[in-house]
């Protein structure tokens, strides 16, 4: 199947030119304004899009590449520019974008900039499906920490009873894998075991996915449809990012915790249901109730049984037997023999202070076995912003100053170096916590889009990188 290329720019010419240079090696279909690429980049779902950044319908072209980047992370963009443009190019490349090329770009040039982009798409999308295959064979807790003990044995004490759980923790620390944990262990590990994301799911929908809907009961209602709660009777019910809820369908959540019971949308029939709850939030559910923002008797209904899940941080002896375990699975799904890890990646990996938690460490281990190919793992195969990180402390740790002169001027550094260090680790914590949605990381600090995307394109942060 030949490669699928989206072009849009407002210059029909150079789009014809275009089509010219490139009809012979891919396939190509076209837009001259930001409405149709857009309506375009939905319905063919292109591999590539070339996008103008000076767009003549009032459109600028990072909006355009940021909505096509929220519906499609992994889809390479490659900016179009002209040389008075090649800052705002620049920016777009900090905010996501692959590459950008001259509107009379070298012809082998851009054939390979668009070879590579396409290589990187298949490498993200093989370490996203690694992932999720990783995620449903991770069936137990990694780890002899002292702290990771201590998880293991108030998870093992909780299942034993059929309370409802709260599970908090930053983005990454694992949640599902300690709900599901706790599944395997309960009386309900015959039956179902229903995980549902419900900051993924819009706000209109979250109750007809919840409770399911009737015939009819709204537009698009074509046929009845079953809840999650009904499908999953009798096993467990994961609610990860359970503050996302709305308060009106909170209403709902709170009378099944009480009653064991509900109707579907559109529906005066009650249904039974005998089914635990295991809720899981990134925030503080407590705040958001004094700010009037989540229920107070949900959250008392909720949190009846506590499990904090501490960030990889605090336990990061773990982190050996962690690669270790992300390797074998990586191994298994690759069909490659286990090719080990050297003492210096390991090290590596030991030194960084994962703001994305396990989740971070897992997707950097199973790209480096992509990368690797079977050979042992050395630091060349791990993500590059471990190695910034570990320059600029070596770095730090190996000037010694020989006069008051080298001193003050190092101290000076060092206040310049440690500020950068703690913005770009308070943004990537941010932005994590909020799964790189920039409009509600920028609301939940105060300040405007704009302001934040700012932050972020200086501290070089890029969403692909976690």
């Not at 995620?135 to 299942?159: C, M, N, P, R, W």
Request: hydrophobic share 40%; with cysteine; aromatic share 6%.
């Amino acid at each position: 199947m030949r490669t699928l290329l989206l072009i849009i720019d407002d210059d029909a010419d150079f789009i014809a030119d275009f089509s010219i240079l490139l009809r012979k090696d891919y396939d190509l279909i076209s837009a001259t304004n930001s409405s149709d690429g857009i309506k375009l980049f939905r319905q063919k779902s292109p591999d590539i899009i070339l996008l103008d950044l000076m767009l003549n319908d009032g459109t600028n072209g990072l909006e355009v590449m940021q909505k096509i980047k929220f519906e499609d992370d992994s889809v390479p963009i490659i900016i179009i520019t002209d040389y008075s443009s090649v800052d705002n190019a620049v920016e777009a490349i900090k905010l996501g974008a692959y590459d950008y090329i001259s509107k009379s770009p070298d012809l082998e040039k851009l054939k390979l900039i668009i070879q590579k982009s396409l290589k990187e798409r298949q490498l993200k999308y093989h370490t996203k499906t690694l992932q999720q295959q990783s995620d449903h064979k991770f069936k137990f807790l990694i780890g002899d920490s002292i702290v990771s003990q201590k998880l293991k044995e108030q998870v093992t004490l909780f299942a034993k009873n059929d309370n409802t759980i709260l599970i908090t923790g930053e983005s990454g620390v694992g949640k599902e894998v300690v709900a599901r944990h706790i599944h395997r262990l309960s009386k309900r590990k015959d039956n179902p075991f229903l995980a549902i994301n419900c900051a993924a799911i819009p706000h209109q929908l979250i109750e007809s996915e919840l409770f399911g809907h009737e015939k009819g009961s709204f537009t698009g209602a074509d046929k009845r449809k079953l809840g999650k709660f009904e499908i999953a009777n009798n096993g467990t019910i994961f609610l990860d990012e359970v503050s996302e809820i709305d308060i009106e369908v909170q209403v709902k959540l709170l009378r099944v915790l009480q009653e064991k019971e509900f109707e579907r949308v559109g529906s005066t029939k009650t249904i039974n249901v005998d089914i635990r709850i295991i809720a899981a939030t990134n925030k503080d559910l407590k705040e958001l109730v004094d700010k009037n923002l989540f229920r107070d008797d949900l959250y008392y209904r909720l949190d009846v049984l506590p499990i904090h899940v501490p960030p990889l941080r605090e336990h990061k002896e773990d982190i050996p037997a962690l690669v270790a375990h992300f390797l074998q699975l990586s191994c298994e799904e690759l069909k490659i023999p286990f090719p080990g890890i050297s003492t210096e990646a390991l090290h590596l990996l030991q030194q960084y202070d994962w703001p994305g938690n396990i989740r971070e460490l897992q997707n950097n281990i199973i790209r480096a076995t992509i990368i690797a190919n079977g050979d042992e793992i050395k630091p060349h195969h791990i993500n590059a912003r471990l190695h910034q990180i570990k320059e600029c402390y070596d770095t730090n740790i190996n000037k010694i100053p020989s006069t008051l002169e080298e001193l003050n001027e190092m101290k000076k550094d060092a206040v310049k170096s440690a500020s950068r260090a703690i913005e770009k680790i308070f943004l990537e914590n941010l932005l994590t916590e909020h799964n790189w949605n920039i409009s509600k990381a920028a609301e939940s600090i105060g300040i405007n889009r704009t302001n934040l995307h700012k932050m972020i394109s200086k501290c070089g942060l890029k969403k692909n990188d976690y």
